[in-house]
């Protein structure tokens, strides 16, 4: 068997983080298995689809890497194939032409809930064996049915929840086209698994009640039935659905926060799955991991502080020149000066380590790229008339020393054996001469990044 997957989504908003979760895993398990992964736009409802709902889709998939081997279809492009699959289900009689009027089916399940019955269509137009049918109302256009299975139950075995049960009992003789022909929801997705040979669906788990009808149709149509995989939702920290409230819930605001797509998807990856106590993986590691019987039957739960770990451990690995193209724009905006400054580059090597996201980093790095402007009380409490002989020492020194770090450490500590400092004594007002403000990374770096002629010319100022 060739692995089939696919994702489905219907293009009525952006790509969120549970539609993300679904598509990799749909992903993941079709390169797993060398199989193909499928991209089908569900577009059939017109009223909430738009082109800019797909094209936010598509940005999404494409910014985490999520390429489909298949695809997109569109369902509004394959009408003529479910005209033919209406037709075929009416003359073999698995569907049926229905023309109970909507004030009709209203009052006939208004008469159910009174009677305490779980309202239903009750079969007018179902056609069987001897039975006799009302005459056509005149100018009525019929809808078509699906003709459910009265008796036994459609059972399957979910990968993520097991065994499921449903009696067909429960099932109405859906509607699967509506009186103007355009085909309904689940008949469309079950002909679209069917035509696009599709052997597992995973999906959210909203789905659920989705399935057994589908399962039927696809019985009816005489199709190998895919296994059916329904992932439980995501919840946000406070323990309720994910909303937009929890910050970013489409994909693409978290590129804009200053996530790297890695740390998405090694994110995502872990809600609802597992491979042992493995945290931080590539997706290399997870397509050759990952199967359906580690997926995790209860919800998971979206924990930002984690997520803001992975994004650090991602920033560390990530090349410089990547991160520097990524915060470079942030910078220019926030009124960076590239000029005379140090390479970005080794300004990110520098802060890297302690950073969260690519915003804080590029927010960090302005240190380097423009004037300092240091609060007066400040310099006035750190550049003390005590300290500027020392200072002016250190200046001095700058001016001649050997340009790296163990010559400037070196001219650092001889300044402070010179005049018997303590390094913050020293180390804070250059700081504030240097970068405007007292918290930067070690001195010596900064000094180093910064070079010779920015160094003494901020220096200057204190020039006896
Ligand atoms: N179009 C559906 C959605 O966006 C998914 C359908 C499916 O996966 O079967 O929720």
Redesign the pocket.
């Known amino acids: 068997m060739t692995v089939r997957t696919r994702f ?3 293009p009525t908003g952006y790509l969120h983080v549970g ?1 993300a979760r679904t598509a990799l895993f749909s992903w993941a398990f079709a390169r797993h298995f060398g199989g193909t992964f499928v991209l089908r736009i ?1 577009d059939t409802d017109l009223e909430r689809s738009t082109p800019e709902a797909v094209q936010a889709i598509l940005d999404g998939m494409n910014w985490l890497g999520l390429h489909h081997d298949e695809g997109p279809y569109y369902q509004m492009k394959r009408m003529e194939r479910y005209s033919e699959v209406l037709a075929d289900m009416l003359a073999k009689g698995t569907a049926y032409h229905c023309y109970s009027s909507p004030e009709e089916v209203e009052a006939m399940r208004e008469r159910q809930r009174a009677a305490g019955e779980k309202p239903r269509y009750d079969g007018t137009w179902r056609p069987e064996a001897g039975k006799a049918l009302p005459a056509i109302p005149a100018d009525r256009k019929p809808v078509i049915r699906f003709k459910n299975p009265l008796d036994g139950e459609v059972s399957w075995l979910d990968v993520v929840k097991g065994q499921i049960t449903i009696g067909n009992r429960e099932l109405d003789d859906l509607v699967i086209a509506r009186p103007d022909g355009t085909p309904t929801y689940n008949f469309c ?1 079950a002909v679209d698994d069917w035509d696009m040979q599709i052997t597992h ?1 995973i ?2 788990d ?2 659920v009640n989705n399935t057994p009808r589908q399962i039927n149709i696809l019985n009816a149509l005489g199709a190998t039935l895919p296994h059916y995989g329904h992932l439980p939702m995501i919840l946000g920290p406070d323990g309720q659905k994910l909303s937009k409230r929890d910050g970013a819930a489409s994909v693409m605001d978290y590129p804009l926060q200053g996530y790297l797509p890695e740390t998405m998807l090694n994110y995502l990856a872990r809600l609802g799955w597992s491979h042992g106590d493995d945290e931080i993986f590539s997706m290399e590691q997870m397509c050759s991991w990952f199967d359906l019987s580690h997926l995790s039957a209860s919800a998971a739960q979206f924990n930002p502080e984690k997520l803001a770990w992975i994004n650090n451990h991602y920033i560390k690995a990530a090349d410089n020149v990547r991160l520097a193209g990524l915060i470079k724009q942030q910078m220019l905006d926030d009124g960076a000066q590239f000029d005379n400054a140090p390479a970005l580059e080794a300004v990110i090597a520098l802060l890297k380590e302690r950073t969260n996201t690519t915003v804080e980093l590029g927010q960090a790095a302005m240190l380097f790229y423009r004037q300092p402007a240091a609060d007066p009380a400040l310099m006035t409490q750190h550049v003390t008339e005590a300290i500027l002989p020392a200072l002016r020492q250190y200046a001095e020194l700058c001016k001649t020393v050997e340009w790296n770090k163990a010559a400037l450490s070196a001219a650092m500590k001889q300044t402070l054996a010179d005049f018997s400092l303590k390094m913050p004594q020293l180390a804070m007002p250059l700081r504030l001469l240097l970068t405007g403000q007292l918290q930067t990374p070690s001195i010596d770096a900064v000094i180093e990044l910064f070079g010779r002629e920015v160094v003494t010319q901020r220096l200057s100022v204190i020039a006896g």
Do not use: I, K, L, M
């Open positions: 489905a989504p219907s539609g569900e997705v669906v999906r959210g909203d789905h």
